[in-house]
Every structure is written in structure tokens, then in C-alpha cells.
């Protein structure tokens, strides 16, 4: 027998030695131990050859020795009777070989080319292929139960061979053919009958070894054995080409290959009854390819369909009574060929894209498929031969929806399952009566791929062996109407870059640099340290540049401004660029449009590695409405509510999450998670949380129904905020969430455990958004100077409820798009006045307590709305314009800013806590005047105050601490080199025992127009 090729020769093969496949299930009557993995044993040498001098009667007694029952087997009456059972002619029904059936015996055997125009055959004259002898049960493979004698009345034949010489045959010697085979298992059950029978479990086959998600994705660089990535050309192909692919030129057919149309074979003898050999060979071999009983109408309706719960039951290789059942759906195809070392048998074509056999086989062998379509072929591992890739455990924790690595359970993964690289599919679709999965390597027909359903779990699961990184899938759906949808996957960690919207199969390369920064933001307080947020919309910051060409520019500018950190607008995959990333389809997947996960990765390093933290914005409050992604995904509501009225979001179009059912919830938490350890994220700021929290929020009477206590609260929406927020606390140290809520909602920074006057524990943010200062501020500022005396209180109530929250202070997108103009040009006046008031807002801002944001383009005064399809007006920065000192200046500013505040303790150090701040003039409503006092841990002040009137203020006297005898300028927003006037104090202000706003001593500083200075103890 011609040797197996070398492991590697085909994209899918595991090469010699790999242990046979597992089947069976850990749940019903024993698995016999022929059916689970085993360790893979030497391959045994073969005895020396029979000598042709050998006498019959010894050959004779041999047989009949065989032939003897063992102990526990059946009697030999009835292996006789299922002997000629087995070798009877074609079942009724069943059609003769059809021309490419014929053709496959003049296929040429290793060492030599097939010569089509001058064929040899193998088959004698005069005999009907429809009616081949029949034959006796002996062979190599022949099972150990069922050894029946053969009885010859004539000489040994001479069979033809390719060549057209003729040889002498001889009898299989079980010392010398016989394959290795486990060892049977005393405590196996009964074996499992066709389709269901005996020692079946009705529920999904679970492998007893794994408990949690079998195999973990191949590390860096080694998705397949080599340690590479796999290319596009190498991964193997699940469907017929469009466009049939010839054979290489030149290339001789293996044995085992045997070309397209090769004859069966077992132990490198031909099959009878495949095809390729003729009667006599069917008496010779004394074993033969047998039908298989019928598939059920109903199973076979389902499976061609889409909507089979279990396809793993009806196709793949099974134990049968006399043999092993294989079974292939592989429409379009012209023949399916079982190949494994010593065996090489044609499938018999049951029409609708199946085929079937049984072989008499003692064990289901390591078998690949030969799938033969017109003018190519196909070696593949069969992915039905395998057992479920996802454990017991998983399921368990999807059902319940603690997942919280979700990630790692469902979705496509790349890893290496019973010896054999893949890629699982996995997709939670409760309603569906069946899933399939397609794809690029399927030629976008899920036909041949059903998935199965995993018990009650609503998970429907698929192994593809050979298919790796970079492939593009999605799952048909059959829903239960019966309707079909194509679906991307929800759980995909990568997507086509829109408007493609196939989920790619991925698996992560990239090597973190950022060790001290992570260790580093474990050990620290967000609360009592310095947080300046620059807000970044990626795509449109500087247009064109990918996340790896980001990263050189963004970190660097952002570290020159002083920023702690970056905030993201969302970065996940979304269809439409003008929702700027606030309607995700994507929830797992970074946007394509700026690269690969691996890329952004890379930018999310990059600035670790300068010392700037990440935010980025997810938004679970609401999705879109695609029938492609997340709406109705099995054809029910699933991720949305039941009820019309709860699931549409009055406002966006969209439809809301059922924050009450567990799987849903476990899909966000988990992605919460996802986000903070598998790209480093250091803060989520979640978007639209007022809309989460209220059932009324924009809907009408009637259009809303209340919770189970008659109120307005979304109750379960609650539920779900406080479990993100506590899972993310608590398995990612040093992370910050950030709630943009714009209500009154008590507690939305508290402990979950810590109950509020409205019965409600908190919430469990980090910190929360300053909407109320934000609209307060930007009111007041709006009015003439003249008239900002009759709303002084804007500017002063926030310090009301400053403490009641751990508050940012946000001038946000939000605030500079669809009429609202940018924050420049909010401010009344010519443009020096507008400038000034940029500048002295920016100061007060710093001073204010709680963390500041900032949008860029506001770092330098854009006086243009935002706009994504440009980005900030970057030109304004360009030397040869003639306004560019005014926005040069307004950005040097904001640097100072950043740098003073990082600098200055009692500007950060006690944001939370109300003996940090105190007012010194708060009334100074004529004067548009107001002034306060900060103070570090350690009673160190810094004293901020604001002119908000275009007047200069001489000797303005402000009331000071008694145990500061001088103040010094620190920053003044009026300085030259911002752009201002000038109007600065150069000089030390000694304090003076002259009592004024309520303290011991006081000071008389120069107030420039429209500015705001800080002061310092000298």
C-alpha cells in the first residue's frame, strides 16, 4: 500500500497518527470507548507477506478461526445471515454508476498518469454493473463481529490492473492487513442503532472532557500548525466554485486522493459496489460499500430547508448494526468520497446534494472527505465528525446570563478542536428552527453547513475545520414563520468595512507594550486625580488616516496639550457614518473603516505608552432597525422587547434592549467587559442613560406602560446599569464609567448598595456628566455683558448641587453641531470679545470643581460647526493666515491650563468632597464678577476669579485667607500670548488686614476684561 503524504499536504489534514474523531454524548447509555478520543498509537508495521507457497488448508483453518464467535459476540448464524445481507446486490431503487462513475476505474494509481484516451477496464465481460455477486464478509476491516467464512469453488482469479497486466490475487491476511483499532471498552453500552436507535442521547454531544470553551484562539502568528496566519488561497473551501477549478497540470493523484471519479478502496483493496471496481472485485475484497438505510422525509425536509435542530444526528459518520454510516450533504457536487489511511470509499448518491454508505468498519476511522465537483476537488476533514467545541459550562452561564466573557463562547473563533484547526461558530437564536452558517468559503450557500442546536440553550454551534482568519461568514436563519434571513454575527470581533456588512473571523496578534500604564491604573483613584479629557471623533480628526496612522499623531498632540486622557465617540462598527457612531451594529467589533482590531490595539498602546488614558463611548441604550443585524434576529423580538410600544425609541428611530430578559443583558455587561480587558479601555462613558432609566421618557400618555409599582422607572434598566457597573468595578481595577444622564436621578454616582431617599441603590457610576452646569454656563455667557447681571445665579448654581454627584464638566460635541454653532461663536461681541470670553470661560471651566471635556476643535477656537465629513478646520492653525495668532494663542492656552491643573492639587485633588471649594464673592451680579478658593488635601488654596464684563477692573478687592501674606499670578487669560490685552499682575499682591467678603485680609488685583485669573500663595 502506497504511503500516506506527508501531514500538510492539504490545508485541512492532520497527516498520519491523528487519533480517529469522537462521537457520541455524555448524556444517556454509555459511549462505547471505539467512539471517544484516544491516544494516538504507533502505526503498527506489517507482518511479513503470505508466501505464495502457502497451502489452502492452513489459509482454511485461519479463516475458520476467525470465524469462531468470542465470548459475549453474537452467534455465528446470524453474522452469516448479515453477511449475505451485506453482499446482496443494489438495494431497490438505487441507480447504476452513472459516466463519471464509470471513468473513475480508469483513474491512474500512484506512479502513473490517467490516460483517458486509451482505457483499461477492470470490470469482466459480460457482467451487469447493477448487479454485482455477492459478497462474502471478510476483509482487513471487516468487523470482528460479523467474520464470515468465504467459500471459493475455483482457483484464485486474476484481476486487471491499471497497467493491464494481470496478477494473482490473494486473500486478506488478518496478521498483515489488519488496521489498528482501541480497544473495545467493558463498560460501552449498546451501540447506537441509524438515526436515533439505541445508545443515543437525544440531547447534543457534549465531549465529558470539556467543561468550559474547548481550546483557546491560536496565540500570535499561529492560527495553523506553521505559526502563520493562513492565507486567503489556503483555507479550505466549503461549496462548489462558480467557476470549476482544473487539477494542476501534471499532478499524479494519490492513492489515498485517488483523483476525481478513483475507485473505493479498503486497505488499498477496491470497495465493491463504488463505482470504481467491477463484481469481481466485490468477491475478491469480500466486503463492499452498502446502502444506507433512508433517511426520514421529515429529517431530509429539515435538513434541506435550514431548519434541522440537530444535523450532526443525520449526517457525519455513525456506528450502525454491521458497520459505519456515513453520510454527506454536499450539494452540487459529483461524488463524495470516504478517505482515511487503508480506506477509500465511494458514497452512493441519495439526490438533493446527500450522500450515503455504510462500511463495514469496526470503528469510525480518522476519515477526511473527497468531494469531487466538475473538473475539481475538494479534501476536506467532514465537520460533522466532531464534538460540540463548547462546553457544559458555557451553556450553563449563557442560560443564566452570567457570561462574563461572553466573548469566548459565542461568535467565530479560531482554535484547534480534537487535534483538527478550525474555526467554531457559535450564535445564541432561541427561536429559530435551524441556523446555517455561510460564508466566502462556502461561496455564500449555507446549504451544506446546518448548525446544531445545543440543548435548551437556545446556542446553535458549528466546528469548520480549515477555515481561519479573514474569513467572511454570516448565519441564515430560519425563523419561525419559515422565513429566512442572512444575519452578521452579533458576537463578531471583526466586520467588512461598511456598507459590507459580513462579520470576519479574527483572532488577535497584537503584542501589548503598556504594562506600566496598566499597573499603574490599577493602584489609582479617578476621583482624586487629575482627569482633562480631549473628545476625538477618529474618523474625522484628521480624515483619511487609519488607526495605525493615528497613532503617530494623536498621542503626540494630545500629550503636548496636557490632556490626561482621550474620549472616543464610538468606535464601534456602525452602518451609517452620519450617526457618528451612536446607532453600533457592531457591538464587538471596532469600526473597519480605520483598520483592523489589531490595529486599534495598536492606537490605544500608542497612547498608553505616552501616558494618555482611553475612553471610549458605548451606547446600550438603543440599536438600529437593520434587517441584517440585531432587529427581530431570529425572527422574533429577541434583543428588543416583545412590545412594540417599549422596543421603538420615539426620539431616534431605533429600537430599545430588553434589559429584562438575561441573555440580553449578559450580551451588554459582557461587552462592557470586552471593551475595558481585551483593548485596554480605561473608561466607558455611556451614552442616552436617561433614556434607559424612565419608561415615559419622549412618549405620551398611553404610550408608555408603567412598571409593577405604577411608576415611571425602568426597573429593569436599573438592574442592568447596576450589574455592568459592578462587574466592571470589580474585574477591572482602575476603570472609570461615566454616565451621561441629564435628569435628577438620585444616585446615578453611589454605591449599588447604598440605598437613596427614592428606594433606589445607586447606580454605580464613576462619574456623570454636568449637564446642568453645561446649559447653565453656556446661558449665561450667551447674553450681552449688559444683561448677565439678571442671570448671574446660571453661573452659580451648579456649586448648589456640585457634591450631590462626581461630576464632569462636558463641552461636548453635542454642543458645537445642528445650529448650536461652536463655542466661539456662542459668545456675543465682535471677535476680540468673542476670543476673550472663549478664553475666560476656558479658565473658569479649569477652576470649577468637578473634571473637565473638551471637543476638539475647541482647543483653538474653530469657529465653525463640527462636521464629520471634515473634521476640525485644522487651516486656522496654518502661519501664512492672518487670524492664526488669535486661535494659536487660544490653544497655548489651553496647554497652560492643562499644565497648571496638573501641577496645582487643590485642583483636582478634592473634587469630591465639599471642604475643597469655597466662595469668596459669589453676588458680584453688577460686577460680572465671581471668586473662589480651592483647596488640596493639604489646606494649600489656589483662589480663581472671573470677569465676565468687558471693562477692566482696577484694584478689584478681594477678600483672602489670613495665612496667606502674598499671592502670585499663576495664569491669566488675558496674557498676550494668548491673544489678550495684557492686562496682567506682574507683581506679588501682598495681602492686606483689611477685611472684605467675609475673610481676615484681602488683596487688590487688577481684573482684566472678559478674563479670569489664578493666584497662588507666593
Known sequence: MTARPPSGQYPSDEGPGHAPAATGATTGPAVPATFLPAPTHARPQPATARRDTETPARHEQETAERAAPRPGSETQTRHERESAESGASRRPGSQAPVHHEQESAQ?????????????TSSRGPGVSEASPAPTPSTGPDASEASPAPVAESAPAREATTPTGR?????RPDPRTDRQPELPPDPQAGPEAGPEGGPGRASGPRVDPASVESAGRAPGPGSPGRDGARPSRAARVSYGSPPVPRAPRAGAEPHEEDGGVGGPSRVAGRPVAGSGGAGPDDAVENGRGVR??????????????????????????????????????????ARSVTVTATGLRARLRAEGD?????????????????????????????????FLPALGELDLHLIGEGRHEELWRALGARPMTHQGVTGTRFTVWAPHALGVRLTGDFSYWDGTALPMRSLGGSGVWELFLPGVGEGALYKFEIAGPDGGHSLRADPMARRTECPPATA??????????????????????????????????????????LTYRQLAEQLPAYVKDLGFTHVELMPVAEHPFGGSWGYQVTGFYAPTARLGTPDDFKYLVDALHRAGIGVIVDWVPAHFPKDAWALAEFDGRPLYEPADPLRAAHPDWGTLEFDYGRPEVRNFLVANAVYWCEEFHIDGLRVDAVASMLYLDYSREPGQWTPNAHGGRENLDAVA???EMNATVYRRCPGVVTIAEESTAWDGVTRATHHVGPSGFGGLGFGLKWNMGWMHDSLAYLGHEPVHRAYHHHEMTFSMVYAYSENYVLPISHDEVVHGKRALVSKMPGDWWQRRATHRAYLGFMWAHPGKQLLFMGQEF????????????????LDPSYSAEPDHRGVRDLVRDLNRAYAATPALWQRDTDPEGFSWIEGDAREDNVFAFLRHDAEGSPLLAVSNFSPVVRQEYRVGTPEAVPV????????????????????????????????????????????????????
Open 861 to 876: 477656537a474653530q469657529g465653525a460647526e463640527w462636521s464629520e465629513a471634515h473634521g476640525p478646520d485644522w487651516w486656522l
Open 291 to 332: 446502502a444506507a438505510p433512508p433517511l426520514g422525509d421529515e429529517d431530509r425536509r429539515r435538513l434541506l430547508a435550514g431548519a434541522h435542530h440537530d444535523p450532526h444526528a443525520v449526517l457525519g459518520a455513525h456506528p450502525v448494526r454491521g458497520g459505519v454510516l456515513f453520510r454527506a450533504l454536499r450539494p452540487y
Open 107 to 119: 483513474s491512474a494509481r500512484p506512479g502513473g498518469s490517467a490516460d483517458r484516451s486509451a482505457p
Open 503 to 544: 462579520s470576519v473571523v479574527h483572532a488577535s496578534h497584537h503584542d501589548w507594550g503598556d504594562e506600566a500604564w496598566m499597573a499603574g491604573r490599577a493602584g489609582g483613584r479617578v476621583h482624586e486625580l487629575p482627569f482633562s479629557v480631549y473628545e476625538v471623533h477618529l474618523p474625522s480628526w484628521r480624515p483619511g
Open 353 to 385: 446534494g446527500l450522500f450515503s454508505g455504510v462500511l463495514p468498519l469496526r470503528e469510525i476511522p480518522d476519515y477526511r472527505l473527497l468531494v469531487a465537483y466538475e473538473d475539481a476537488e475538494l479534501k476536506l476533514h467532514d465537520p460533522y465528525r
Open 166 to 170: 494481470s496478477r494473482p490475487d490473494r
Open 967 to 1018: 499671592w502670585r499670578e499663576v495664569l491669566n487669560t488675558d496674557d498676550r500670548r494668548y491673544g489678550g490685552g495684557g492686562v496682567v499682575n506682574a507683581e506679588p499682591l501682598k495681602a492686606e488686614p483689611t477685611g472684605w467678603h467675609g475673610r481676615p485680609a484681602s488683596i487688590l488685583p487688577v481684573l482684566p476684561p472678559l478674563g479670569t485669573i489664578w493666584l497662588r500663595p507666593a
Open 720 to 722: 442592568f446599569l447596576q
